[in-house]
Antibody, heavy 118, light 112 residues
Framework: EVRLVESGGGLVQPGGSLRLSCAASGFSFSNYAMHWVRQAPGKGLEYVSLISGNGGSTHYANSVKGRFTISRDNSMNTLSLQMGSLRAEDMAVYYC???????????WGQGTLVTVSS | DIVMTQTPLSSPVTLGQPASISCRSSQSLVHRDGNTYLSWLQQRPGQPPRLLIYKTSNRFSGVPDRFSGSGAGTDFTLKISRVEAEDVGVYYCVQATQFPYTFGQGTKLEIK
């Protein structure tokens, strides 16, 4: 069974930093690109970042470029998102998502909430 | 960026009746490899999204056959042949043909 479990969310002040993690299990982690997708309260879904299976290729949404860094540890089956210079508009539930069949978002974690407030 | 526009944004439906959601992209979603990377997600209240359809018309594992996807180029449709109570939620189209991947605004399906 594919499982994705996020952690690391919480309350952070504007301008602060936070590191999210996602523990993956039930599949061959290194064979899959992984995404972070976020959802602001009461809003729709927004692509944040993607990393290839071997970690050699990354991509970011313009809204987070230069502030967020995606990484993975295939030996530990873990995906991470280092977030810096956080703004009020970064407040959202952050989902760890597997890119599977047909480049689709085929498995999602339960999400972790990031609150940016003073 | 490719803009994904869904209609309607809200769809009240009677149980047992069909429902249809449209998704239009600002550019063709045909990838240079010949595939069209358009998928549909369902998000039930309080839950993370769930994949329903990938590559326009392929049902994901475990998805009931009352869900179907169709379309080509820039126009796509998700159909539910007979709406059940468990289908209530928000439906999103998403394209993975070009970076950044982009989502539609979402369509809220509710029961009349």
């Amino acid at each position: 069974e594919v499982r994705l479990v996020e952690s690391g969310g919480g309350l952070v002040q504007p301008g602060g930093s936070l590191r999210l993690s996602c523990a993956a299990s039930g599949f061959s982690f290194s064979n899959y690109a992984m995404h972070w997708v976020r959802q602001a309260p009461g809003k729709g879904l927004e692509y944040v970042s993607l990393i290839s299976g071997n970690g050699g290729s990354t991509h970011y949404a313009n809204s987070v470029k230069g502030r967020f860094t995606i990484s993975r540890d295939n030996s530990m089956n873990t995906l991470s998102l280092q977030m810096g210079s956080l703004r009020a508009e970064d407040m959202a539930v952050y989902y760890c998502v597997r890119e599977g069949v047909g480049a689709a978002h085929d498995y999602w974690g339960q999400g972790t909430l990031v609150t940016v407030s003073s | 960026d490719i803009v994904m526009t869904q209609t309607p944004l809200s769809s009240p439906v009677t149980l047992g009746q069909p429902a249809s959601i449209s998704c239009r992209s600002s550019q063709s979603l045909v990838h240079r490899d010949g595939n069209t990377y358009l998928s549909w997600l369902q998000q039930r209240p309080g839950q993370p999204p769930r994949l329903l359809i990938y590559k326009t018309s392929n049902r994901f594992s475990g998805v009931p056959d009352r869900f179907s996807g169709s379309g080509a180029g820039t126009d796509f449709t998700l159909k539910i042949s007979r709406v059940e109570a468990e289908d209530v939620g928000v439906y999103y189209c998403v394209q993975a043909t070009q970076f950044p991947y982009t989502f539609g605004q979402g369509t809220k399906l509710e029961i009349k």
